[in-house]
């Protein structure tokens, strides 16, 4: 099994910045996917950016150019740099990984989610 914890959320002005985290912990996994998605109220889950074991990034086209995305694979840990903050960039973040575990299967994994508070 793979654990993931998030940090970094929070309430910030539009026109800010706020750097979330997502740790990845466990034994004998190796990740292939990191991403984050987020969820407003009353909305769906959409991704918002995602990473993949060969850095090859892909954005959603309302963060593109203010958020980046960035991982360190030797502390399996995913980054959302979000600058530029809107009110419309509040809601849940959610850290997701796809990994593989003891060299069988792949397996998704979601975060508990960090709250991300825009205002005007």
């Known amino acids: 099994q793979v654990q993931l914890v998030e940090s970094g959320g929070g309430l910030v002005q539009a026109g800010g910045s706020l750097k979330l985290s997502c740790a990845a912990s466990?034994?004998?996994?190796?990740?292939?996917?990191m991403a984050w998605y987020r969820q407003a109220p009353g909305k769906q889950r959409e991704l918002v950016a995602k990473?993949?074991?060969?850095?090859?990034?892909n954005y959603a086209d309302s963060v593109k150019g203010r958020f980046t995305i960035s991982r360190d694979s030797a502390k399996n840990t995913v980054y959302l740099q979000m600058d530029s903050l809107k009110p419309e960039d509040t809601a849940v973040y959610y850290c997701?990984?796809?990994?593989?575990?003891?060299?069988?299967?792949?397996?998704?994994?979601w975060g508990q989610g960090t709250q991300v508070t825009v205002s005007s």
């Open positions: 990473i993949t074991s060969g850095d090859s990034t």
């Open positions: 997701y990984v796809i990994a593989r575990v003891a060299e069988l299967r792949t397996y998704q994994y």
């Open positions: 466990g034994s004998r996994f190796s990740i292939n996917v």
